[in-house]
């Protein structure tokens, strides 16, 4: 553009250019602000054009200003956990749509920004670091594993990054078994309860609902602090029950010399329980090994054995195994029924009846999404067995006609467990997590100019104050960041299925 002929109308255009592509970051948003106060000194038309521009973000005069915050997940989206991991990261990217299309956030719209840490202690520590340069970010919904965020809330608790995680387990991340007990991340919630929850249950269970006397542990390598191996042994025998042997295996090594040896030795220790907490791919070997010897031998697990790659590898030798899990299905949670829904109309669910599916990805579903009321729990999907015809409704008088409305009704309660079944458990506790920064930040960014340090202060002071409806239960957390009610899930295995049979509370 010729310089002679830059004149006051030209001038927002251009100018909007300019500064909208500096605004982006904290260092370019320093040097606007002071060229606008040195301008503005001297009154001109340049001076109030630039400073229009910056105060629309290159809008217009009379348009309202829509300021954008980041809302980050961390989670495993390649390899062996990519499943859950890809869940999580669609059930935030469904509570994101949700928050945009009914303004929650008033003058603000947020974006998603996903990190593949790769189930990895060095991929948890890149996902960190490129979060903390996000100087959009509100807040992190993740990791999944307890050892990746072991190397990730160092970096993101000091940069006071508010990190809402749907499964963490390990105690030590919210400072239980320290003496005097300290909270070592105090930007750091969880929604899941804790290993020496799950073990304290899953020993109770084994040694007084079964009657186990005699206990074999085969334990993962202690990749960080005790074991939930440990943790089960020392809750057992304070029960009565006989630790005969405990058993470690150096990671998931179906290959190795392990399998062979650890089988070996189980059968000459003749226990009446084998708990094992080992990764799914060894967990199902020796568990054809196991069945191989003809022993009847009760075999308990951790919630790492809920993946089908321990029933595809121990196949029917795996049915009426039990497994314990800190996270209750979407199928066990009365307010789940709505984001089942609605999980699987935008990201793709089993077959109807005519055999089409959900298309992945189906893009917006404002028109038939259903509005969240907190106080209202949507009922959760139930069998058959548990649902009656509506209140007031009556039967047809034709006994063929009552028999195609029962057929109908059954199909649609079929379909809806079968969506249910589909979704994994961290998905929706991963939504609730979202919905957990989500509350906060509209209660903090409104009327604000930036995310900042304090923004992100008062974030996290909102989060552990608040407290609402989730899917997955009541959503609150306790001083130390841990969750106010922590779960645990008792799971058999019957034809290759994860089958829920108890939840405490």
């Given at each position: 553009?010729?310089r ?18 500096r605004w982006?970051t904290?260092?370019?948003r ?20 630039l ?5 629309g973000?290159?809008?217009?005069a009379?348009?309202?200003v ?13 390899g ?7 869940s999580?990261?669609?059930?935030v ?9 009914s303004?929650?956030?008033?003058g603000?719209?947020?974006?998603l ?11 948890g520590?890149?996902?960190a ?15 999944l594993?307890s ?14 990054i508010?990190?809402?995680?749907p ?8 400072g239980?078994g320290t ?7 105090p930007?750091?919630?969880?929604l899941?309860?804790t290993?020496e ?7 109770e269970y ?5 009657g186990?006397?005699?206990?074999v ?8 602090g ?7 042994a020392?809750?057992?025998a304070?029960?009565?029950a ?21 089988a ?20 199902g070997k ?23 790659r321990?029933?595809d ?5 795996a ?14 949670l009365?307010a ?8 699987s109309?935008r ?26 009321d ?9 069998t ?9 409704s ?15 009704h ?5 379909l809806?467990?079968r969506?249910a ?8 506790y ?6 957990t ?7 903090v960014?409104?009327?604000?100019l930036?995310?900042?340090?304090a923004?992100?202060?008062?974030v ?11 899917v ?6 306790d001083r ?12 058999t295995v ?12």
């Open positions: 553009m010729d002679a002929r830059v004149t006051l109308a030209t001038v927002p255009r251009w100018i909007g250019e300019w500064t909208r592509a982006r904290g260092r370019g320093a040097i606007l602000a002071a060229i606008v106060a040195l301008i503005l000194a001297v009154p001109s038309g340049l001076g109030l054009a400073a229009a521009a910056l105060d973000d290159g809008g217009g009379d348009a309202p829509t300021r954008v915050a980041a809302l980050g997940v961390m989670a495993p989206l390649s062996d956990l990519s499943a859950d991991g890809t999580v990261r669609n059930a990217a469904l509570a994101v749509d949700e928050a945009n299309e303004g929650a956030i008033p603000w719209r947020l974006e920004s996903t990190r593949d840490d790769l189930s990895r202690p060095d991929g520590a890149q996902a670091d490129a979060f903390v340069a996000n100087d959009r970010l509100i807040g992190v919904v993740g990791p594993s050892l990746v965020a072991k190397v990730a809330l160092p970096t993101l608790s000091a940069a006071g508010p990190v809402v995680s499964s963490n387990a390990d105690p030590i991340l919210t239980v003496d005097p007990r300290t909270r070592p991340y930007s750091y919630f969880r899941a309860g290993d929850l799950q073990a304290r249950v899953a020993a084994a040694v007084r609902t079964l186990r006397r005699r206990i542990i085969v334990d993962g390598e202690p990749r960080y005790t074991t939930l191996g440990g943790r089960f020392v809750r057992a304070a029960l009565g006989t630790i005969a042997a405990a058993h470690q295996v150096q990671g998931d090594g179906v290959d190795g010399s392990d399998l062979d040896t650890i070996e030795a189980i059968e000459q220790e003749a226990p009446d329980l084998v708990y094992v907490a080992t990764g799914a791919a060894f967990a020796l568990r054809t090994r196991l069945a191989a010897t003809g022993a009847s031998i009760q075999v308990m697990g951790s919630d790492a054995l809920l993946q089908q321990y029933t590898d121990a196949k029917s030798a049915d009426g195994d039990l497994i314990t899990s800190l996270l209750v299905p979407p199928t066990g009365p789940a029924g709505a984001f089942v829904a609605d999980y109309e990201f793709g669910g089993p077959a109807d009846d005519d055999g089409s599916t959900t298309p992945s990805g189906a893009g917006s579903t404002s028109s038939s999404r259903r509005h969240r907190d106080a209202t729990p949507t009922p959760a999907t139930r058959p067995a548990a649902i009656h015809a509506p209140a007031g009556h039967a047809p008088a034709d006994p063929a006609a009552a028999r195609r409305q029962q057929a109908a059954d199909a649609t309660v079929e809806a467990q969506r079944e589909a979704v994994p458990a961290a998905a929706a991963a939504y609730d997590a979202a919905r920064i989500i509350r906060a930040a509209a209660a960014l409104p009327g604000r930036a995310v900042d340090v923004a992100r202060h008062d996290v002071a909102a989060i552990g104050r608040g407290s609402f409806a989730g997955t239960g009541p959503v609150g957390f130390w960041g841990d969750t106010r009610t922590p779960s645990v899930v008792l799971y019957l034809g290759g299925r994860f089958v829920a049979l108890t939840t405490w509370t």
